[in-house]
């Protein structure tokens, strides 16, 4: 007799493979699918900072709880993702800057992230690293790194525990709805589950066609680079307040480079092609940053795909119009918070209600308010 699984979770990024491992822990039977290995798109690649002074305001009490469950990774993944909880510093450096960081630190602070502004002496106090060139800091002892290299492998080793049926290098190509539930359809064969949760990143626009969802995703194409191992040189997480630097050393010596400074390519083709000037503007920045930086080389630079909704918020949620069907990603700094939105979601799956509400995506099937009528 074919198996029907309680739930097949498409695409294991952090957002699904959180889900599949808590619905599977609350007892239901779950499969996995992921065209490639697991968490080797966005959850594989990205900067690894879990910091709330990058994170949009709304999603901030999330964040909080999200940055929680990273730093005891080893209760309930219970495998290591290298995560360093450590200060994290958003710089400003003109007049211009430090007003939009006082402004937008005061509404992260609204919404419950600890983050207080510092003048330049102390920012350099807690990150003596620093450019004597910072006006103010914003400062947040809420903050921090993983090595999202190591997701995969830590989610891996948590989902097989939990015995969910993993199925890496196992492209969906479409879903039949029918009598009871779902059919998944791939190369090596239909598989079939009573729910299913789309989990796809930037392929969540395509995986909602199959259930004639249009939801529109713009797709991010974020520059990354990482130094040689060095001696070291900063001890916190950086960024600065337009956003456009995000830094960190890690324990072995290397520092990685970004801040979502964009390079070439689309969701059918990935990062495609390194744009040199932007890069170098970036690492131009960390330098002003952090001045020690200048004696570091680079070792590496590469691209990964960030999905992004149009109000810049989740899609977590029930799709609507069709039963028993969820959708979950588009977070905003989601390795940040993804662990946590997944959870709420799997609450929400399991039937139980989920401690914060989740971001239903019907808000984003209605026509965009911002867009003006034709005359
Ligand atoms: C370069 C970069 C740097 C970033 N830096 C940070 C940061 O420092 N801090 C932070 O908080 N956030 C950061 N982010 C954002 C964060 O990485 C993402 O929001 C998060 O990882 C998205 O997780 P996801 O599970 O939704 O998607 P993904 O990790 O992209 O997972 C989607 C999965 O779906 C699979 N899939 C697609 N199509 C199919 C199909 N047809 N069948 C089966 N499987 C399929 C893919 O193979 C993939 O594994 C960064 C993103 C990028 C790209």
Known sequence: ?????????????????????????????????????????????????????????????????AHAMWASASEWLGHDVGVVVCDGLSLAFTEQEAEILTYRAGKRREAGAPIRIVDGREAKRIEPGLSDEVLIAGHCEVDGYANAYLTGLAYRRALIE???????????????????????RTAQGPLRARRILLAGGVWIEPMLAWLGVDLPIKTLINQLAVTERVAPVMQTVIGVASGLLSLKQYPHGTVVIGGGWQAVGDRE??????LPERLVGNVRLACHAVPALGHARLARAWAGLEAETRDALPAAGPVPGVNEAYVCGSVHSGYTSGPYIARLLADRILGREPDLPLFPIDRLLAPDPSEGTAP
């Open 162 to 184: 939990a015995g969910v049926a993993l199925h890496e290098n196992r492209a969906v190509e479409g879903v039949d709805q029918g009598d009871g539930g779902f059919t998944l």
């Open 269 to 274: 083709r990935g990062g495609v092609e390194l």
């Open 1 to 65: 007799m074919t198996r029907v699984h309680d739930l097949a979770v498409v695409g294991g990024g952090v957002h699904g493979a959180t889900a599949a491992l808590f619905c599977a822990r609350g007892g239901m039977d779950v499969a996995l699918l992921d065209r490639g290995p697991l968490c080797r798109e966005a959850s594989g690649v990205n900067a690894g900072t879990l910091t709330m002074q990058m994170t949009r305001v709304a999603l901030i009490p999330y964040a909080l709880r």
